[in-house]
Structures are given as structure tokens and as C-alpha cells.
């Protein structure tokens, strides 16, 4: 923001022309240091330190266009975007390359239409409609992650942070720093930015994506900024924010079977994306494949981190950090050795590490709804890399529509013969056809094998969930279903399941609100 205060700085001056906005304050006096002490407030996040700066500047002069301006930004990272429309246009000043006024509208016009949903220390901003169902599933996530960075890294959020659900790409366009291109090229789907969380809704995608796991990360920005004082590089900031974000659920770390995929094939081939690469940011990056390799890059580096200290090797480095140390310098003091040698351990450990099971065979790329680069609903039939498996694949689809179960099972299991059991949709669609005829326990079995190398995919999960619903195994099912509404919620089957399962453990107000949102879901 050193451009804010070039404007603020230019408008205490008293030799601009007469038609520019200028301050009545002098560039030296107590209130025009705390309005820059306050943008620089802003810059780490801490928007109560501020306001507590601005609110008695801005009572005793409330015209003067310095104020104005840092009271518009203050407003507009309270998500106020009514009120900061309004000042900064008053204002009349100039914000430098970033232009606070337009976002603040964009942000306006975005959120005119949203519900809010209040929780203990976060604030959900959604569109009205479906998006509803994400917003006790995003609370609870959120709650829980707070609570273990409060252990790991020894601070938490002071007063509430808000999530806004996003429609689109589009929006989180607008309101970002971002295009829409480099957004879909990098596969970015949620932001950290001006004091607030942003992701898109995984109505956008074909079949959804990580949304839980992705607004954990986003909130460990959050947590990494504010306790830093925003002076970690993008490598650790990245590093700690993918290897935390599965803290809200469980341990860190969980490197997935793709991205250990992309990562052995780069050490391998000697095509690492350099930390200098990453920055300015991972959003920058040319594809989604060097994005997630440059993730798994950065979550390995704070694993080897982890697996030499813990929490109290890693807080001694952001304590460093956040004492203004270049975090090259923080990261070879703490370890005791020269930071070359520190990244030479670290290539090491990333080529020692076990791979995951599925590891090279598995491709996991956000698919963007209505995107032509991204394909449609049926695009993933081109995994499938036999001629005649697919065409089995095909016959089986016909046999699917209309009805005839048994023969579809069929079809599927000779396309499964040829190409293996490594692709979800293909594994998904034959046990479908399986459980759909009668051979529930084949049905299991397949789906249980597709889920060791698709993890991620949410209709297995789904139908594995639906075994377990018919035998009456509330707390199997129970998982499997939440693991589905962790990835693509948007199914109504999973929440009437959901409530099925609540109802048999006398959950009575929980099963209510799962079948509204069956219900909500089904009418869409």
C-alpha cells in the first residue's frame, strides 16, 4: 500500500494545484501519522487497530479527503462496501496501481443480493438459493481449523472473519486482483485478500472440488498474515497454508497421489518450479499442473520443516519472520545450517518420501462448468485410453438409460477388464451397474478399490455410502456421505442420506435440516 501513502502524503501538501483534493493535515502532525499507521494496520490484516486509529480521526474531520480515504479503505476491509463507496468517492484521492474504489464497487454489487449467516468467530456472505447448504458444513470446518492454528502456531482471529461464496470464477474476478484467465488457468478457486476469505462456490465446477479443505487454507493465510505482519514469501506462506489445510479434520501433510505424481516426475526430469517462480503469486503460475506441483513443492518444504522441529521449530521461524528477517535467514538460523543446504535436504526428503497409492496414474484438474478447455459432464470418458474399452464403456452407457442394469454391469466390467481399475468414473459406473442388478457386495468391493486411488472423487463415496444406508450402517455411511459433501455437495442424495442417518441416532433437529435441504436441492 506504499502507493496509499504516497497519496496521503501528497495530499497534506500544500503546493498541489487548486483543483486537487488536498488535506488540512500536516504530513508530520499525530492524526496524519496514525491515518498511515492505519493503512499499514490494514496491510496485516489487523482492521480493529485501524478503525480504533481512524474512528476520531474521521469524527472531527469528517471532510477532509486523507481521511476520507483511509476511512473508505477501513470500510471496505469491514466489508462495509456501501459506506467505502462512499467515502472514496468523496475522497477524490487516488489509491495508486489498486484501485480500492472500483473493488469496493464490484464488491457492492456482488454481495447487494447476499444471506449472511453468523457464526462464533466467522461470518458466511452466500448467494440465496442453494448455496445455503454450504453454510453450517463451512462454519463447523472454519471453527475447528481456527482452533487447531490456535495450537500450531500459537495465534487466532480477534474478532470475526467473513466468507463470501462467490457464483463464479467471474466474481471472484472482481473482486480479486486477478483475471478470470489467470484464475482458470491456474486452477485458483479461492483468495485470502483485503481482511476477508473468498471462494467459489462448487456449483461451478462439473463436479465440485475440495471446498472444505480450500476454505481451511484460505483462513491459514489469514492466520500466517495477520501473525507475521504480512512478511512471509510466498513459498512458506503457501507451504503452511497447503500442509495445514487439512488440520480442521485431522493431522497436516496429506500430499495426494497426484501431486506426488507431478513432483517424482519433475525431481526426476530436474524441472522444479523455483521458489523466485512462485512469486508474486501461485495464480501467476501457466497451468493448473504447475500450480499443483508448485504446491506440493511448498507443502513438502514445511513437511521437512515439521519432521525436524514441529510447531516450535516453525514458530521460530515466523517469529523471525515477523521480526522483519528475510525468511531464507529465519529458516537457516533455526536449523542451524546454511540455507543451500537446507534446500538440499529438502530435494532429498522430496525424493525419499513414499508415493501414495495411485501416485502417477492419477490426474485430479478443476473442471470448470461451460468452459470449452475444461470439457462437460462426459469429458472424463477420454481417460479411459482403449479403443474397445471405451466402446464397452459406451454400450454400457446405452444399457444404463435405458434401465437395463444387469447388461450395463456387463459392458462396464469389460471396459474395467481392459483398462484397468485406476479410472473413477469408469470403477464408479460398474459399481453402480452392480449394485443396481443385485451384486451389492461386488458393488463394494470396486468401489473400495477406486477409492484407494480417487480419494477425491464424490460418487464413490456416494455409493459406497449408499451400501452402507441399505445395511443400516449409520456411522460407515455417515462418513462416506460427508466425505461426498466435502467435495460436491450440491447432490440431494447425499443430505437425504444425511438425514437418514441422523434420524436413526435421534438427531431429530439435524435430520430436519438436511431433508430442507434435500428438498431445497431437489427443486433446483
Request: glycine share 6%; aromatic share 6%; with cysteine.
Amino acid at each position: 500500500m506504499k502507493a496509499l501513502w504516497l497519496a496521503l502524503a501528497l495530499a497534506a501538501a500544500p503546493s498541489l494545484p487548486a483543483a486537487a483534493p488536498t488535506s488540512a493535515l500536516a504530513e508530520r502532525s499525530p492524526d496524519f501519522l496514525d491515518l498511515r499507521r492505519a493503512v499499514s494496520l490494514l496491510e496485516d490484516e489487523n482492521v480493529l487497530e485501524a478503525q480504533a486509529l481512524v474512528r476520531p480521526i474521521l469524527e472531527k474531520r469528517p471532510k477532509d479527503p486523507a481521511v476520507q480515504l483511509v476511512a473508505g479503505l477501513v470500510r471496505f476491509y469491514q466489508q462495509r462496501y456501501g459506506e467505502a463507496v462512499d467515502l472514496l468517492e468523496k475522497s477524490r484521492l487516488g489509491t495508486g496501481s489498486l484501485d480500492y474504489l472500483a473493488l469496493a464497487r464490484a464488491a457492492r454489487e456482488v454481495t447487494k443480493d447476499h444471506a449472511r449467516a453468523e457464526g462464533e468467530h466467522f461470518a458466511v456472505s452466500y448467494p440465496k438459493g442453494k448455496d445455503e447448504v454450504l453454510v453450517p458444513y463451512v462454519l463447523e470446518a472454519l471453527e475447528a481449523q481456527r482452533a487447531a492454528l490456535a495450537q500450531d502456531l500459537g495465534w487466532s482471529t480477534a474478532g470475526k472473519v467473513t466468507i463470501e461464496i462467490l457464483n463464479d470464477t467471474r466474481e471472484l474476478a472482481r473482486l480479486s486482483t486477478l483475471t478470470e484467465e489467470e484464475i482458470k488457468t491456474s486452477g485458483t478457486i479461492a483468495l485470502c485478500k483485503f481482511n476477508k476469505l473468498m471462494i467459489v462456490s462448487p456449483k461451478a465446477l462439473v463436479k465440485g472440488y475440495d471446498w472444505l479443505d480450500t476454505a481451511a487454507h484460505e483462513y491459514t493465510h489469514y492466520v500466517v498474515t495477520a501473525r507475521t505482519h504480512d512478511n512471509t514469501p510466498i513459498w512458506l506462506h503457501e507451504g503452511l497454508a497447503k500442509f495445514s489445510e487439512t488440520r480442521w479434520r485431522g493431522k497436516g501433510g496429506e500430499l495426494s497421489a497426484s501431486s506426488a505424481g507431478l513432483l517424482k516426475d519433475a525431481l526426476r526430469k530436474d524441472q522444479l518450479i523455483t521458489f523466485a517462480q512462485m512469486h508474486p503469486s501461485m495464480a501467476k503460475l501457466p497451468s493448473q499442473e504447475a500450480a499443483a506441483l508448485a504446491f506440493a513443492e511448498v507443502e513438502l518444504a514445511v513437511e521437512y520443516l515439521e519432521a525436524k522441529g514441529g510447531a516450535p521449530l516453525m514458530n521460530r521461524i515466523l517469529d523471525r519472520v515477523t521480526g522483519g528477517e528475510p525468511a531464507e535467514r529465519a529458516v537457516a538460523q533455526a536449523l542451524g545450517v546454511s540455507y543451500e543446504a537446507f534446500l538440499a535436504d529438502w530435494k532429498r526428503f522430496m525424493a525419499a518420501r513414499p508415493l501414495p497409492e495411485g501416485g502417477l496414474h492419477v490426474e485430479e484438474k478443476l473442471r470448470f462448468k461451460g468452459d470449452p478447455k475444461h470439457g462437460g459432464a462426459h469429458s472424463e470418458w477420454a481417460e479411459i485410453p482403449d479403443d474397445r474399452a471405451r466402446g464397452f464403456a459406451r454400450l454400457g452407457e446405452i444399457f444404463r438409460e435405458r434401465g437395463r442394469w444387469a447388461a450395463a454391469r456387463v459392458e462396464y466390467g469389460k471396459a474395467v477388464a481392459r483398462a484397468g481399475k485406476g479410472i473413477a468414473v469408469l470403477s464408479d459406473k460398474f459399481a453402480l451397474a452392480a449394485m443396481m442388478s443385485g451384486h451389492d457386495a461386488e458393488a463394494q468391493e470396486a468401489l473400495t478399490e477406486a477409492l484407494r486411488r480417487h480419494p477425491q472423487y464424490a460418487a464413490l463415496h456416494l455409493h459406497l455410502a449408499r451400501l452402507q444406508v441399505k445395511r443400516k450402517a449409520w456411522p460407515e455411511a455417515k462418513e462416506q456421505l460427508l466425505l461426498a459433501n466435502a467435495q460436491d455437495p450440491f447432490d440431494p442424495e447425499i443430505h437425504a442420506g444425511l438425514a437418514a442417518v441422523h434420524e436413526a441416532s435421534g438427531q431429530a433437529e439435524l435430520a430436519a435440516r438436511e431433508k430442507r435441504f434435500a428438498q431445497l436441492l431437489a427443486h433446483e
